[in-house]
């Protein structure tokens, strides 16, 4: 299974982005989409995610800003993160997560490569 996530770039502050991440192979079962992001310096951190059953949750610092969803059709597996009213302080770079159950029960791990967001003015 490969991750592939883009849609990052360079914005001024109060503006917005829509990353997204499709996922190609062989998937059983998708658990979980997520997003994460990591600033220089820092831990990764959950940014978003969303459930199989469309259950979403967001960090504090992301709440009302940004917006998770997926599109599980038919041979598409893509999650998004639309990003608005974007601050300096949500600058990173951005990583997908897929986890994925597979037919012998075990749930893994799935990463992106990472976007590259920056706010700056």
């Known amino acids: 299974v490969q991750l592939v996530d883009s849609g990052g770039g360079l914005v001024q502050p109060g503006g917005s982005l829509r990353l997204s991440c499709t996922a190609s192979?062989?998937?059983?079962?998708?658990?979980?989409m997520g997003w994460y992001r990591q600033a220089p310096g820092k831990q990764r951190e959950l940014v978003a995610g969303i459930t199989s059953g469309g259950t979403t949750n967001y960090a504090d610092a992301v709440k009302g800003r940004f917006t998770i969803s997926r599109d599980n059709a038919k041979n598409t597996d893509t999650v998004y993160l639309q990003m608005n009213s974007l601050k300096p302080e949500d600058t990173a770079v951005y990583y997908c997560?897929?986890?994925?159950?597979?037919?012998?029960?075990?749930?893994?791990?799935?990463w992106g490569r990472g976007t590259q967001v920056t706010v700056s003015p």
């Open positions: 997560n897929f986890v994925l159950r597979g037919s012998n029960g075990y749930l893994t791990n799935y």
């Open positions: 192979g062989s998937i059983f079962r998708i658990e979980r």
